[in-house]
């Protein structure tokens, strides 16, 4: 397969690019430092990266940038901020790419366990990874027979110290570990799922 990762030079999608590599042709996207440029929060960036690329068979996006703060701290622009980017740059991905990319192609989101586990300071990353786990399976439904879409939903990642103060008491997940998800999502004949990849869950 043909795959761009979006994101791939983070900490979770160099993993992804890693293993991915050993099967298939990898190219690696993003806004810098990219072998293809997209601004996923800029639909004609999106659209021009599609019509450069109409070969791809999939996309992987583990890109996204969410705003950490208190309920009370929240601003509009942050609330409009995390839409805008996490939120609304993976539904663009897929809704422009279903117009241009071939009968069959995959795409492959990001959301993490917020949507299921809550911290201080994580309202607006809850909200938007609900939102996705929503989009995706509404997604599977009306692009059945043209493109599988799935959702990866990573705990925390195993040595990032970015924001472990936060998760503090959450067990860790290896970067490898995270990224079999994304292989079996790419991979498996599924659509519509959410790969939870985190240990606990509190009911």
């Known amino acids: 397969m043909k795959v761009l990762v979006i994101g791939g030079r983070g900490v979770i999608g160099s993993a992804v690019v890693a293993l991915l590599s050993t099967e298939h042709e990898v190219l690696v996207g993003g ?67 279903a117009r241009h990319l071939h009968a069959g192609a995959v795409f492959v989101l990001t959301s993490g366990l917020l949507e299921r586990e809550h911290i201080l300071g994580g309202s607006c990353a809850s909200v938007v990874n609900a939102g996705l786990a929503a989009f995706v399976r509404s997604a599977a439904q009306e692009l059945w027979g043209q493109a599988r879409v799935n959702l990866v939903s990573p705990g925390v990642v195993a040595g990032d110290e970015r924001g472990a103060g936060a998760f503090a008491g959450f067990m860790p997940v290896s970067r490898e570990q995270i990224a079999r998800s994304y292989l079996r999502a790419l991979t498996q004949p599924l659509t519509g799922k959410v790969l939870e990849v985190f240990p606990e869950v509190t009911r």
């Not at 950490?68 to 980017?85: A, I, N, R, V, Y």
Request: proline letters at 6%; glycine letters at 6%.
């Open 31 to 97: 806004r810098h430092d990219a072998e293809v440029r997209v601004d996923m929060t800029d639909p004609a960036s999106i659209e021009a990266m599609y019509q450069a690329h109409p070969d791809l068979d999939a996309v992987v996006v583990t890109a996204g940038h969410v705003p950490f703060k208190p309920l009370q701290q929240l601003s509009e622009d942050d609330w409009q901020s995390g839409l805008h980017d996490k939120l609304m740059g993976q539904v663009r991905l897929v809704q422009i790419g």
